[in-house]
């Protein structure tokens, strides 16, 4: 059974700062790993997906690298904004199915 | 294209009532799957399909049913409602062969 673990739970940050978000997953077969974020009380927003063969992707401020096999997935959000203020949810595609981690709550400080 | 659509987004229910979540995608799709989030939680899988007339359960099936006799749509059915299903309800979809998962808005479900 596949297992995702993001650290840390929560994370505050000064405005400006660079933000590291990290996924860990127990099986290393995965199709592909792809980021939301998630606002409060809202649905997921698709960030970034990193296929299997993929090393990283980068949108804009945000860059995703996944090291498949450590099982390691890192997300980076450059010179953060409070408006990056969310919950940050990894989920590694393996098998048919989809799997989430619980998620990092970010809170960028004005 | 509207991508996965979810009904209703709010809705209160009283113990032992039954209900059903649509959820419909436009993507021809072949995977779907329900979700329940619990606050502060991750996402637990309740069920999936891999096609039309094929279901599976999740890590948390109890209490609910599906069915897929279209591509299009995934109700999930809620029968003898309980508190511990009070919840918010996703519904996702992704075509098979590493694809991007697209999710609908989410259900806000309360037992009271």
């Known amino acids: 059974k596949q297992e995702v673990t993001q650290i840390p739970a929560a994370l505050s940050v000064p405005e400006g700062e660079n933000l590291v978000l990290n996924c860990s997953f127990t099986?290393?077969?995965?199709?592909?790993l792809q980021w939301f974020r998630q606002d409060p009380g809202k649905g997921l927003t698709s960030l970034l997906l990193i296929q299997s063969s993929q090393r990283e992707q980068t949108s804009g401020r945000l860059n995703a690298s996944l090291d498949k096999s450590s099982g390691r997935s890192t997300l980076y959000i450059a010179a953060s904004q409070p408006g990056d203020s969310a919950t940050y949810l990894c989920?590694?595609?393996?098998?048919?199915?989809?799997?989430f981690g619980a998620g990092t709550t970010v809170t960028v400080r004005a | 294209n509207a991508g996965v659509t979810q009904t209703p987004k709010f809705r209160i229910l009283k113990i032992g009532q039954s209900m059903t979540l649509q959820c419909a995608q436009d993507m021809n799709h072949n995977y779907m799957y329900w979700y329940r989030q619990d606050p502060g939680m991750g996402l637990k899988l309740i069920y999936y399909s891999v096609g039309a007339g094929i279901t599976d359960k999740g890590e948390v099936p109890n209490g609910y049913n599906v069915s897929r006799s279209t591509t299009e749509d995934f109700p999930l059915r809620l029968e003898l409602a309980a508190p511990s299903q009070t919840s918010v309800y996703f519904c996702a979809s992704l075509m098979s062969g590493s694809t991007e998962a697209f999710f609908g808005q989410g259900t806000r479900l309360t037992v009271v």
């Open positions: 989920a590694v595609q393996s098998d048919y199915k989809l799997s």
């Open positions: 099986d290393s077969a995965i199709y592909n």
